[in-house]
C-alpha cells in the first residue's frame, strides 16, 4: 500500500514535470524582432566576443530556445512569417521588392485586436512600412523614418532604434494599467552598414558593436517595463528575422544563401513571473511556431497557421522536432539565378539548389563537408520531405503582366513585354558558383554609395560581361551613368533591366525622371505608372511630381 503511494506520488511528479506551461489569460504579449542578428553572435549561443549583457539577463530571466530558423534569409518575408505564422509559399512574399501581404491573411495583430488587446507597433526600416501589409491589425503602426538625402535607395531608408524604442516605450505607457496590449518592436541596428555607437566601436568587429547597441535597446525596453510594474504582467519573445553571412561561405550579408548563419536566430521567451526562467530547450522549432506559441500562452486559439504551439514544450525541456522549410528566391528574381530551398532537422541540414548540399547538424555547425554525394539516401528523403510538405515550390509570380501594364510598356516601345520576374528558360546558376559576381555587384553598390561611379562602372560593365542577367547590376549601371552626365548610355542599361524584368520599378523610376528632365512628359508619366504597378508609394509620388512640374496642379 505505502508502496503504491509512493508510485503515485512519482507518477504525479512526473505529470507535473510534463504538463504544458500555464496560459496567462490577462498578459499582454510583447514580441521584438532584432533584424538580421545571428544567434551565434550572443552570448547566449556561446559567443564570447560580443558585449549583450540585456539578452544575457533575459535568458537567465526567460526560456532560450537553442535551435530556432528563419524560413527566409529577407527581412519582409520572414517578418510575414513571423506574424502570421505561415510559410512564405503560404503568406506569399517571397522577397523585400514587388510583394506585399494579401489582405485576407491574418496576423498576431488582427488576432489580438479580435480578443480585445490594443495593438501597437513601431519598426525602423523601409522594407517593413505600414503599405507593405504587416501594419494591418495594429491600432498605431509607426514607421516614420527620416528621410536621409545621402541614402539613394529607399529601400535603404532606416532609423536609429532608439527612436522606435522610445516610440513605443510611449505608446505602452499610455495603455491602461488593467486593459491588455500586443506590442510589436522591429530593431534594424545589425543591418549593413553597421554603425555601432562610438561607444560600441572599441568591440572592434562593428557587426558586433550594432549588436551590442541593439541589446542596449532591448535593455532599455525591458528595464522601463520593469520600472512601470508592467514586466511579470507580459509575455515577451525575442528573436531575429534572419542572420547574417559574414563572410562564412563568401557571402558578407544575407539573401543569397541558406548557410546556417543567414537561418539561425536566437529565441528567448520571458514569461510572466520569469516562470521557468533560465530553461534551454534544445531541438529545431520554426519561426511560425513563435506567433502560435504566444497566442497560445495568452490564451488565443493559433488556428489556420503552419506553426505550432510549443507551450507543451517549455515544460518538458525538448521540442518534438519538427523539420523547418526554409526558401530564398532572392537570387531567382535579382540576378536569374537559381532559387534555393532548405530543410533543417536535428540530424541535416539538407539545401536543395542545382548542386544540392547535406550537412551534418551536430558535428559540422559550421557547414564545411557536403555529404550529398555520399548520402543520396538522406538527400532524396529531405528533398521528398519538400514535396510532400508544401507541394511543388516554385518562384510566386503573376502568370501575365496586367493589361495596362503592357499597354504602357508597349507604348514605349518595349516590345514582348509580358516575361514577369523570375521568368527564365533554361538550366539556371548555382548562386554557390556566383557569389564573386554578387559580392562584385555589392562592392560596386558601395563605390556609387560613396560617389565612385567611375570605379563603380568599370567593376558593373566586367561583371556583366559575364553575367548579362544580373538585373540589379544594370540597374546600378543605369543609375550610375545618368549621375556621370552620360544619359544615353544610362538610358540604354535601364532599357536593359526592363527587358529583362518589365516591370521593374526602379529602373522606370529613374526613366521617369529621365524623361521628365529631358522635355518627354508624356514618357515619364507612362515610366512612372509602370513603377506603381509594383511600388506604388515612390511611383505615385513621382507622378504627382511630374504633374505638379506640367503644372497639371488639379490631377496632381
Ligand atoms: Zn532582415
Known sequence: MRR??????????????????????????????????????LALYGYAKGATPHLDALGREGVVFEDAYSHCPLTLPAHSSLLTGLLPPHHGVRDNEGFSLAEDKRTLATRFRAAGFETGAAVSAYVIRASTGLSRGFDRYDDALPIDPAVEALAAQRRDGAQSVDSLLGWIDARPARGRFFAFL?????????????????????Y????????????????RLRERGRLDGVILAVTADHGEGLGDHGEQEHGLF?????????????????????????????????PATLLDLAGLPADGMDGRTQRAVIARGTVDSRPVYSETFFPRYHFGWSELLAVTDDRYRYIQAPRPELFDARKDRAERANLAPQRA???????GWIENALGRVGAAAPSAVPADVAENLRALGYVGGTARLGSTSGPLADPKDEVGAYEAFRRAGALHD????EEAVRELRRLLADSPRMVDAWHLLGLALFRMGRTPDAVAAL???????????????????????????????????????????????????LMLRANRLPEA
Open 377 to 383: 539516401e538522406t538527400v532524396r528523403a529531405m528533398a
Open 495 to 545: 532599357d536593359k533591366v526592363v527587358e529583362i524584368e518589365p516591370t521593374h520599378a526602379g529602373a522606370h523610376l529613374a526613366l521617369a525622371r529621365i524623361d521628365a528632365i529631358e522635355g518627354r512628359p508624356d514618357h515619364a508619366a507612362r515610366h512612372a505608372q509602370l513603377a506603381a504597378a509594383t511600388q506604388p508609394g515612390p511611383g505615385f509620388e513621382t507622378l504627382a511630381e
Open 186 to 206: 522591429h530593431l534594424y541596428e545589425p543591418h549593413a552598414p553597421y554603425l555601432p555607437p562610438p561607444a560600441y566601436q572599441r568591440l572592434g568587429d562593428p
Open 258 to 290: 541558406l548557410y546556417r548563419e543567414a537561418v539561425h536566430v536566437p529565441l528567448v521567451l520571458r514569461l510572466p513571473g520569469a516562470a521557468r526562467g533560465g530553461t534551454r530547450i534544445a531541438g529545431t522549432l520554426a519561426q511560425v511556431d513563435i
Open 4 to 41: 503504491r503511494g509512493l508510485v503515485l506520488v512519482f507518477a504525479l511528479a512526473a505529470a507535473c514535470r510534463r504538463a504544458p506551461a500555464d496560459r496567462y489569460p490577462a498578459a499582454s504579449v510583447v514580441l521584438v524582432s532584432i533584424d538580421t542578428l545571428r544567434a551565434d553572435r
Open 208 to 223: 558586433d558593436g550594432a549588436v551590442a547597441y541593439a541589446d542596449e535597446l532591448v535593455g532599455r525596453l525591458v528595464a
Open 450 to 453: 560613396g560617389g565612385h561611379d
